[in-house]
């Protein structure tokens, strides 16, 4: 797949969308509001996602710096004319296209057999557990150290949710569990997703060094 299939597959993933692709919400159980924008930097162009509550008008305003190169004080000053803006989102999107396949991890599937290892660095995950499959931990004497699973999931692709209890981490457990986590997604028919911020350098290293290859960027904007 090239660069702007995948970052169209992420976007699709990471939200729900209507016939027009415009957002509807968040792809996940409980998710806080949708961005007012988002948009997916895939090598020579911009692919543009606007949540559906944004009039026509600021649309029209905010497309005409959806393009390379990207003016981000432009977009946020065009958000900002429709609503205050709260926060934004900058960083790197990965895809798992090509995995290692000799690559053998320490870590374990979770499911629901054996969803007690994830006590008690990670029990607010037991309920959810059964939205976030496929899931993949470490063990260190008995307990789940570091835990990845799926943040939100479509019918081909999987988002990678990683989580490292703070006195396991530098340790290389958290590569364990995404290797692990990426091979079940795999044999599930869905291509592994993984994306981060620009000033997370660890979890940058984490998706290198798990068979993840960078393909674009995101930046999304949020409003009040």
Not at 15 to 30: A, D, S, W
Request: aromatic share 8%.
């Amino acid at each position: 797949m090239d660069s702007k299939s995948l970052m169209e597959l992420q976007a699709s993933t990471l939200y729900v969308l209507n016939e027009q692709k415009r957002i509807v919400r968040i792809n996940e159980q409980n998710a806080p509001a949708a961005p007012a924008v988002f948009l997916g930097h895939a090598n020579d162009a911009i692919l543009p996602y606007y949540n559906e509550k944004l009039p026509a008008s600021v649309v029209a305003e905010i497309s005409r710096y959806a393009a390379l190169p990207l003016n981000i004080a432009a977009v946020l000053n065009a958000v900002s004319a429709y609503k205050p803006v709260k926060g934004i989102w900058l960083g790197p999107a990965f895809a798992c296209v090509q995995p290692a396949t000799d690559t053998v991890s320490s870590a374990v599937v979770i499911d629901s057999d054996n969803r007690c290892l994830l006590e008690p660095y990670f029990e607010q995950l037991i309920s959810e557990l059964e939205d976030r499959l496929p899931a993949a931990a470490y063990i260190v004497e008995g307990k789940a150290v570091s835990v990845c699973c799926c943040a939100r999931k479509s019918g081909q692709a999987a988002e990678a949710s990683l989580e490292t209890a703070p006195l396991y981490r530098g340790r290389g457990y958290a590569q364990e569990a995404v290797i692990a986590w990426c091979q079940e997604v795999r044999r599930q028919g869905l291509l592994p997703l993984y994306s981060t911020s620009w000033d997370n350098l660890s979890s940058q290293r984490v998706a290198h060094k798990s068979g993840f290859t960078q393909f674009g960027s995101d930046f999304s904007v949020y409003v009040d």
